[in-house]
Nanobody, 127 residues
Framework: QVQLVESGGGLVQAGGSLRLSCAAS????????MGWFRQAPGKEREFVSA????????YYADSVKGRFTISRDNAKNTVYLQMNNLKPEDTAVYYC????????????????????WGQGTQVTVSS
């Protein structure tokens, strides 16, 4: 059984930074691309960022490009999301997810391509 546990969320003022972590277990982590998604109250879950299984390729939503950085440490089975210059519109529950199929990176922004999800961590940005 795959388990994903997010941490690092919290309350921060606009312009501040947070670093989210997602620890994975139950699957050969280094074989799978990973993604971060977020869901704000009353809105659909949306893609934030993704990283290929080997960490070479990274992808970002336009709304976070230049402010967020995704990375991974396969030795620690952990993926990170460094979030800088946070804005109130970044307020949401952030989820990490693992791709359904190993060694794939395409269609990284599609929710259905991910089959395991963490419980989410709340990020609140005050103005």
């Amino acid at each position: 059984q795959v388990q994903l546990v997010e941490s690092g969320g919290g309350l921060v003022q606009a312009g501040g930074s947070l670093r989210l972590s997602c620890a994975a277990s139950g699957r050969t982590f280094s074989m799978y691309s990973m993604g971060w998604f977020r869901q704000a109250p009353g809105k659909e879950r949306e893609f934030v960022s993704a990283i290929s299984w080997n960490g070479i390729h990274t992808y970002y939503a336009d709304s976070v490009k230049g402010r967020f950085t995704i990375s991974r440490d396969n030795a620690k089975n952990t993926v990170y999301l460094q979030m800088n210059n946070l804005k109130p519109e970044d307020t949401a529950v952030y989820y990490c997810a693992v791709r359904r199929t190993p060694y794939t990176s395409g269609t990284y922004d599609r929710i259905r391509e991910y089959n395991y999800w963490g419980q989410g961590t709340q990020v609140t940005v005050s103005s």
